[in-house]
């Protein structure tokens, strides 16, 4: 199939399109980058300015154009950090799916890490290799710690190109303050992965960005003779970085005024404005994490984008089977960990989730990462006991809203947020804020996936896991659940009376109930 992955940036707009042979194996089509500058002010502001949402409009408009004649069966787009501090991001978003049809989904830091570290380890890391990535974008800074598939560490930082030069550097060249505190915001900001990776070890170190790119592309035409640069009729996507060259770089980067940058480094005009910043921050970086060599990687976002989505069309074809194995739930059970949730409870009430919702997604038509993200609101449903007992269910939705959950977007956080929250309380309605804040096909597959968390709660109202097993029998307006258990089930029944409703709205079939002892085990 043929995939295509735009990636809305601070500093550019990039898309790459993809002829994929299923896993992690595909050709790419065509790359475009356009410097859109979405981040100018914004990261500043906390808004994205009426002209840059139509320069970004406009661009995102061309790759379609772009994406829909190379045929691309599906268009991924995704926005990291200006998007995600802009206060009229939804705006943003709203305005974009009217004028493209596209929706764009918002990443955490996290996630942009996650992605763009899995790019990196598949595309530019040797075969079994721990690699570390370094990743400057223009509002943000990610550092990933992986091999092959496998996460280790992810880290984002509010460090970006952009948004430093325009919070620090106002003078051309920059002043010797603004550069002194310029560096103490870089040396501040890398204190926690400094000591968190203190023991970590990798054999490798990667450089992924604009920035990055560009101060590769800079060491060579410095350190390059005439005739080495007239004999390379193609540059090489993979340049060296000493931790010496760069100190020196940067050094002659901030001492002289833009035209000065442009001539000395070979940029354009926008890449010079930003690379000062830029490259304080590789340089604080790689003295941090005491890396002596970076090697640039041209795999970033873009293409971290299209493995993922590959992976999850791939999942999508696979026969449901208990996933709490997944990588995406694991994390999720590490948030629960976090606080306190009771584990025993938490898996059993998933267990009898997936069971009904087996049963009907053949006929509901749904997909396996719904199933995904009703598990993780089943998870992590009463975490909100961490602040109070009385309403945790509002305590489980603030808490997951502000969790980092790796793999996934701010959206699917928001969704697997309001699933848990509607464990228990009242039902969906419009005057709750975060609920009405989602849109019309993210709020129906709440109150589905919802509906079956609530009913999978009560069904486990003892906390003991009384209730061993059930089958679902459907019919187009009913739906008739045998419970299969050795013990009293009065409380259980009672409670799904209580919590039937929202499940009954949302498939629009009425539920009954029986129990019966399981069948004895005959050696």
């Known amino acids: 199939m043929r995939l295509a992955a735009i990636d809305i940036g601070s500093n550019s707009i990039k898309l790459a399109v993809a002829d994929a042979a299923g896993g992690d194996s595909f050709a790419v089509l065509t790359r475009e980058k356009d410097v859109i500058r979405l981040g100018h002010e914004t990261l500043r502001k906390g808004r994205l300015s009426r002209s840059a949402i139509d320069r970004a409009i406009t661009c995102i408009q061309r790759y379609k154009t772009i994406a829909d004649t190379h045929r691309a069966e599906q268009i991924v787009t995704v926005a990291t950090a200006s998007v995600r501090e802009a206060h009229n991001a939804a705006q943003f978003i709203k305005e974009v799916e009217q004028q493209t049809g596209l929706r764009v989904e918002i990443l955490s830091g996290i996630e942009e890490a996650r992605l763009i570290g899995l790019a990196a380890s598949h ?41 430093l030069t325009e919070r620090y550097l106002h003078s051309d060249p920059p002043k010797q303050k603004e550069l002194a505190n310029l560096k103490a915001e870089i040396h501040a900001a890398f204190e926690r992965p400094r000591r968190e990776l203190r023991d970590a070890n990798w054999q490798q170190a990667s450089g992924t960005s604009g920035t990055i790119l560009s101060i590769g592309a800079a060491l060579r035409k410095i350190t390059s003779s005439d005739d080495e640069r007239k004999n390379q009729a193609v540059q090489p996507t993979e340049t060296d970085i000493p931790l010496s060259q760069l100190t020196a770089l940067t050094a002659r980067l901030a001492s002289v005024d833009l035209s000065g940058r442009r001539a000395l480094a070979g940029l354009t005009s926008q890449r010079a404005e930003i690379i000062v910043a830029g490259s304080h921050i590789l340089e604080g970086a790689m003295r941090a ?18 493995i993922d989505s590959l992976r999850e069309i791939e999942d999508e074809s696979r026969p449901p089977v208990p996933d709490f194995a997944d990588q995406k739930l694991r994390g999720v059970q590490a948030v629960g960990k976090r606080f306190g ?5 938490a898996r059993q009430v998933a267990k009898l989730a997936e069971k009904i919702f087996d049963s009907l997604a053949p006929a509901e038509n749904l997909s396996r990462h719904q199933r995904t993200l009703m598990l993780a609101g089943a998870l992590l449903h009463d975490i ?14 603030y808490l997951i809203t502000n969790s980092e959950l790796t793999g996934f977007s701010e959206a699917e956080r928001a969704v697997i947020a309001n699933i848990a929250r ?58 008739h659940v045998e419970l299969f258990s050795e013990g009293n089930c009065e409380n259980e029944l009672l409670e799904v009376e209580r919590k ?19 069948k004895a085990q005959h050696a």
């Open 422 to 479: 509607y464990h228990r309380g009242s039902l969906p309605k419009k005057r709750h804020a975060e609920y009405e804040a989602l849109n019309a096909a993210d709020r129906e597959i709440v109150c589905k996936l919802g509906g079956i968390v609530r009913l999978a709660d009560a069904l486990d109202r003892s906390h003991d896991n009384r209730i061993l097993d059930l089958q679902c029998y459907g019919k187009a307006e009913s739906l």
């Open 500 to 518: 039937r409703e929202l499940f009954e709205q949302a498939f629009k079939r009425t539920l009954s109930f029986s129990v019966r002892r399981p």
């Open 123 to 163: 595309g530019c890391s040797l075969k079994a290799a721990t690699n570390i990535n370094i990743d400057i974008g223009g509002g943000s800074t990610e550092i990933s710690l992986f091999r092959s598939s496998t996460t280790f560490s992810l880290f984002s930082l509010k460090l970006g190109a952009v948004g």
């Open 289 to 306: 994490l005491g890396i002596n060599v970076i090697r640039t990687c041209d795999w970033a976002l873009r293409e971290g984008v299209i």
């Open 341 to 345: 949730y009771e584990e025993t409870h």
């Open 384 to 397: 909100g006991y961490h602040i109070a007992h009385e309403s945790h269910q509002k305590h489980t939705l």
